[in-house]
């Protein structure tokens, strides 16, 4: 008899982000990255399922399916090809560039995007590893 492997839903997938973020990454994430200076929604999207997770100071306090009611703060999507070729390289600088095939989207304002880029840029690389 063989085992079926059972798909994990992205939902699934976030909270075991929301867990490794606030667990084994948590420092890295929060002194490294800045993350201590977040406090927002980062959404994700991965071909047509969208995630948020919810942060303050650095700590995921949720994690809901889709866009919250108070609309997309800022976040990254993809499809599934995007992601594959973001987890060769692990660069959001590089997955966002425009003059390369497979980009990544950000979404959100810019200056807010950038002001943390270096947060959402480990939040997705952590992701990559669980995806």
């Known amino acids: 008899m063989s085992m079926v492997e059972k798909k ?21 994430f929060k002194e490294f990255y800045n993350g201590k200076f977040f ?4 959404t994700i999207t991965e071909k047509m399922e969208t995630v948020t997770l ?12 889709g866009i919250p009611n108070s609309g997309l703060d800022i976040g990254v999507s993809g499809s599934k090809e995007d992601w ?20 990544l989207t950000t979404h959100g304002g810019a200056i807010r995007f950038r002001q943390n880029f270096n947060v959402v840029a480990q939040l997705i690389r952590v992701y990559a590893s669980i995806r």
């Open 8 to 28: 994990i839903s992205m939902y699934e997938k976030m909270l075991q982000l929301k867990e490794k973020i606030n667990g084994e990454e948590a420092q890295k």
């Open 39 to 42: 406090s927002g929604d980062i």
């Open 84 to 103: 594959d070729k973001f987890v060769t390289h692990k660069s959001l600088s590089v997955a966002t560039n425009k003059g390369n095939s497979n980009n």
């Open 54 to 65: 919810t942060f303050h100071h650095g700590k995921c306090i949720d994690v809901v399916e």
